[in-house]
């Protein structure tokens, strides 16, 4: 029969006790190194657009003459797409009607008719006022440079690149952020608005594959 100790414990239960806080330790240890890996990876930026300075001559999609227009990129299977789309809602909330969007996903040069199907693609034809485009095989993301999910470039009614940038905190988060203010600047005509912020999505590689955008 195994011992017990003063305060009637089984001794073989109270040897066990430093092997289990060192588990406990271990685990905790594991969580907060994964924690932490995780809240740097949402708040690292991603590679931004080598943006035109004009708006290029060659490009498929339209810029409209009497105002702005904003241009989004996006990859359809890129999990950040949510958080830009519901930031872009809000401001065209504030600006409709001033501000023309052409929104753009970049997709493989073989990808079939079920993109149209996708929960991203859905989400932002619900939008008031935006455009859709399928980029296939990247034609148009080259032209304007874009690299990553969640770009955003806002050119001026005669063409000239205002700004280029993201539109969310972090990747996939909500919030108030740089970027939405720079482009509420520029809409309200403020001198000394920002003309980047950071850009946060996954990457708009050439030549894409359904499965998995690079993050």
Known sequence: ???????????????????????????????????????????EPCLPALAPERWPAAAPIARAAQQPTLVLFLHPLCPCTHATLAELEVLLQRWEGELS??????????????WMEN???????????????????????????????????????????????????ARGHLGDNQGIEALDAWMRGASGAASATPVYGCGLVLPLTAGSPRE
């Open 1 to 43: 029969m195994a011992g017990v100790d003063t305060l009637g414990m089984p001794l073989l239960a109270r040897g066990r006790r430093p092997l289990v806080l060192f588990a406990c330790a271990v685990w905790l240890s594991v969580l907060l190194v994964g924690f932490s890996a995780l809240a740097r990876h949402s708040a």
């Open 101 to 114: 969007v052409e929104t753009v996903f970049t997709v493989d040069t073989d990808a079939d008719g079920q």
């Open 119 to 169: 929960d991203s693609f859905r989400e932002a034809a619900h939008i008031p006022g935006v455009r859709l485009s399928i980029d296939r095989g990247g034609r148009i993301a080259q032209l304007f440079g874009a690299r990553t999910s969640g770009q955003v470039l806002l050119y001026a009614a005669d063409g000239r690149r205002l700004f280029a940038g993201g539109i969310t905190l």
